[in-house]
């Protein structure tokens, strides 16, 4: 039951992300992909679970510690340069 | 899952973190929302990553953490490495710097995924398979971007590569990876042990990976960078099932979802599909019969100055040249003296100029351009035959009038921007080599066309010079 209550998620969002990313005008489209590249940096969340754990054993921890420090890059990274691509867009004064 | 009737110490936490969740899955649609328009997207993104913020510290509160350790130094690690990358990053190497993200997702879905299985061994089939899947679209994204990077930077050569018996091979790779799926969910006793069909697994996704993206050539970068976007979004999800985490799942598809509306985009932009990008990439231009009627006319920049002086409207139409020459900050300068000459100024913009979606506006807004001057292919060709001058910079098949024209022609049927119908077209550019296509372009040979040879930075340089004289 689980899994297919997973899927309900899935399908909404997939169709509510749709809706909003055919409203971002080409002019953002690269903006729009490196925050999207932060976004999915939100596997750090599942890492520290898996980093943080003492029942796992050393060698799962470790490897989760690897993928906390993979996700914390994208997301800064991803965020900070988004940001200062998003800094440069300006209106005519 | 959520058990909201019992009130115990570790249901509430786990209440309470699930309803962060929610939270921060809102504010990331929110954030998405408002990167609907420039004026608001800046606060979207600060949204977003608020959302972000806020997953990450509710999930510290899990009480499965409790070694912190590995946790700090990892997030200061990794968050060095971020603020680094997005501080010192050229605006002209950002394809590059996306794909790098785009490989770093992806494998660190790997390592949640393989992670996952070395601490667990009591795993339902249900959740083998979405580890699986994670390990493989993780694999899959990290040398696919990895190749794409090396490509993007010249590391590589930006051709397509590509081996005979190629297409007897992937079949063959793919048929392996099924096996190796089948042999990691079942387990069979005679299999060799799961650690031992995990490395193997993750070898061959990153085989896999390679061979998916060293094919594709240079100019369809823009879909390639795209499609692995949508794939880190996607290994994200896949993480999400195998760890039952709402969150993931949520921002992961999000992230899935845009990848594929831009890779949509940009094939519809080339008039080809998903598969022909992939699989086929430009075949060798067939021997075209057609010959380019009219002859070649070179025109010096000073020529080029007076007839800019007399126009009342310019069109500018970029393309990757403009990012190599770095030309964007000049033709800013001569845009503010033409303006002041009381011509208007307007840039046309084809989906796919460049390495990737959106690179023109960015360098563009990078050399302060507003994004109001900025306007799509549709828009401009609407009203191209009213502007005195289009001034094409180092864009070549996104102006060829052959799409339109030339049956038979290997880019017939792609949209592009109808430089040639403007009054004038002064075409910048280093020599007389053919574009990415490989194919030869009739608007150089257009009566009203004029050449103007050399590094488009210089030539936009001699432009001003006359203006300022």
């Known amino acids: ?93 | 899952m959520i058990d909201v009737i019992s009130t115990d110490l570790t249901s509430t936490t786990d209440l309470v973190i699930n309803f962060t969740y929610v939270v921060a899955a809102a504010l990331f649609i929110l954030g998405l929302k408002l990167l609907g328009h420039p004026s608001s997207a800046r606060k979207g993104n600060a949204l977003s990553s608020i959302a972000m913020l806020l997953a990450i510290v509710v999930t510290l509160f899990d009480k499965q953490i409790v070694n912190f350790e590995l946790i700090a130094i990892a997030m200061i690690a990794g968050s060095i490495v971020g603020i680094f990358a997005a501080r010192l990053i050229a605006m002209t190497a950002m394809p590059e710097l996306v794909s790098l993200l785009n490989g770093i997702g992806g494998l660190a879905s790997l390592f949640v995924a393989w992670s996952t299985i070395e601490g667990n061994s009591q795993l339902s089939h249900f959740v083998l398979i979405v580890t699986f899947l994670a390990l493989l679209i993780g694999g899959v994204t990290f040398s696919g971007s990895l190749i794409a990077w090396a490509k993007l930077s010249e590391r590589i050569t930006g051709k397509s590569i590509t081996f005979s018996g190629q297409a007897i091979f992937n079949l063959l790779l793919v048929a392996t990876i099924t096996f190796a799926g089948y042999l990691f969910v079942t387990q069979p006793e005679l299999a060799p042990s799961t650690t031992t069909v995990l490395y193997i697994s993750v070898g061959l996704a990153l085989l896999f990976g390679m061979m998916l993206v060293l094919p594709i050539g240079g100019a369809d970068m823009p879909v390639v960078i795209s499609l692995l976007n949508s794939y880190s979004g996607l290994a994200a999800c896949a993480a999400g099932f195998a760890l039952q985490n709402n969150i993931l799942i949520v921002a992961g598809s999000l992230v899935g979802a845009s990848g594929i509306i831009l890779t949509q985009i940009m094939c519809k932009a080339m008039n080809r599909s998903l598969s022909n990008v992939l699989f086929s990439g430009f075949k060798t231009v067939v021997k075209n019969e057609m010959v380019i009627e009219g002859e070649v006319k070179p025109l010096s920049a000073e020529d080029a100055y007076y007839v800019l002086e007399a126009a009342q409207s310019v069109v500018v139409i970029p393309g990757y040249g403009m990012a190599v020459a770095q030309a964007q900050h000049v033709m800013k300068e001569l845009q503010l003296l033409l303006e002041k000459n009381g011509a208007e100024v307007a840039y046309a913009i084809h989906p796919v100029a460049g390495r990737m979606p959106g690179h023109m506006n960015v360098l563009l807004a990078e050399a302060d351009v507003s994004y109001e001057q900025l306007f799509e292919m549709d828009e401009i060709n609407k009203r191209i035959h009213n502007f005195d001058v289009a001034m094409v910079i180092g864009a070549n098949d996104v102006v060829n009038p052959a799409a339109r024209e030339m049956k038979g022609s290997p880019i017939y049927g792609m949209p592009v921007i109808n430089a040639d119908l403007a009054k004038n077209v002064f075409v910048l550019k280093r020599g007389m080599a053919s574009g990415f296509a490989g194919v030869d372009n009739p608007l150089f040979f257009k009566p009203n066309t004029r050449m103007i040879f050399g590094d488009a930075k210089e030539t936009l340089n001699s432009m001003i010079r006359q203006f300022s004289d």
């Open chain 1, 1 to 93: 039951m689980d899994g297919v209550y997973l899927l309900f998620i899935l399908m909404l969002s997939i169709f509510v992300g749709f809706e909003l990313i055919q409203k971002v005008p080409a002019t953002l489209h690269t903006p729009l992909m490196s925050g999207a590249n932060a976004i999915s940096g939100i596997t750090v969340v599942g890492a520290l679970a898996l980093a943080g754990s003492e029942g796992m054993g050393e060698y799962a921890a470790y490897i989760g510690a690897f993928a906390v420090f993979l996700a914390t890059i994208n997301v800064v990274g991803g965020y900070l340069v988004t940001d200062r691509m998003l800094a440069m867009f300006k209106k005519k004064q």
